[in-house]
């Protein structure tokens, strides 16, 4: 079985530029998260999806940071515009079903913002 | 908010020997516990899971404790391997829809030769 995929590996941008990231979660995973992780600290929890759905974005930073999943399988997260903070990993998972069920997660998408 | 912590940063063993890594928790509600392995460059790999009406579990090298009443998860790795070397990471769910997930800070095991 395939595992989740993430896209691009690596992003350095400059500040106040726009950056997206996608992610491709393992077939017939209902459930999809997106985390933010900075180094040296454990992943936040950034939203996430049940299908199309929208489940809990309560942690997403809204005024610069946005999430879609269309047709309930691929995801994008994008920053628009990016801040020097926002450098960290971006993990993107999912899981089969319900939410809070194990998760998988992808190889994750470096961002650098200069 | 609630979360979850560990205190100890690193870890350091000797190859063969046991490994306990250990977390606080503070969010009572909390009713699924899962460990996760992280190496360089890579996300978060699942290791094992335990849900709260369980107070231990054990896989394939690694057992997991839960202890409800002084809010402490643990993670044994029994004959570490140089391959353990890793991150680990605990994190705690809750919520009526699961919906609630947390990870720790991870503490950084580093297995010696």
């Known amino acids: 079985e395939a595992g989740v995929a993430q896209s691009p590996r690596y992003k350095i941008i400059e500040k106040r530029q726009s950056v997206a990231f996608w992610c491709n979660p393992i077939?017939?995973?209902?459930?999809l998260y997106w985390y933010q992780q900075i180094l040296g600290q454990g992943p936040k929890l950034l939203i996430q999806?049940?299908?199309?759905?929208?489940?809990?974005d309560s942690q997403l930073p809204k005024d610069r940071f946005s999430a879609e999943r269309l047709k309930g399988v691929d995801s994008t997260l994008k920053i628009q515009p990016a801040k020097l903070e926002d450098s960290a990993v971006y993990l993107c998972?999912?899981?089969?079903?319900?939410?809070?069920?194990?998760?998988?997660f992808g190889p994750g998408t470096r961002l650098l913002v200069l | 908010g609630e979360s979850v912590g560990l205190h100890l940063p690193t870890l350091s063993v000797q190859e063969g020997d046991n490994s306990i890594i250990n977390c606080a928790y503070s969010?009572?509600?909390?009713?699924?516990f899962i460990w996760y392995k992280q190496e360089s460059g890579k996300g978060p790999q699942f290791i094992i899971d335990?849900?709260?009406?369980?107070d231990k579990r054990q896989g394939q090298r690694v057992t997991v404790l839960l202890n409800k009443t002084v809010k402490h998860l643990s993670l044994q790795i029994a004959a570490t391997q140089p391959g353990d070397s890793a991150v680990y990471f605990c994190?705690?769910?809750?919520?009526?829809?699961?919906?609630?997930?947390?990870f720790g800070p991870g503490t950084r095991l580093s297995v010696l030769p």
């Open positions: 998972a999912s899981s089969l079903d319900q939410v809070g069920e194990t998760q998988y």
């Open positions: 077939s017939g995973h209902a459930t």
């Open positions: 999806f049940q299908n199309n759905g929208v489940v809990d």
């Open positions: 969010n009572s509600a909390s009713d699924y």
């Open positions: 335990i849900r709260s009406n369980m």
């Open positions: 994190a705690e769910n809750w919520g009526p829809r699961g919906q609630n997930f947390v």
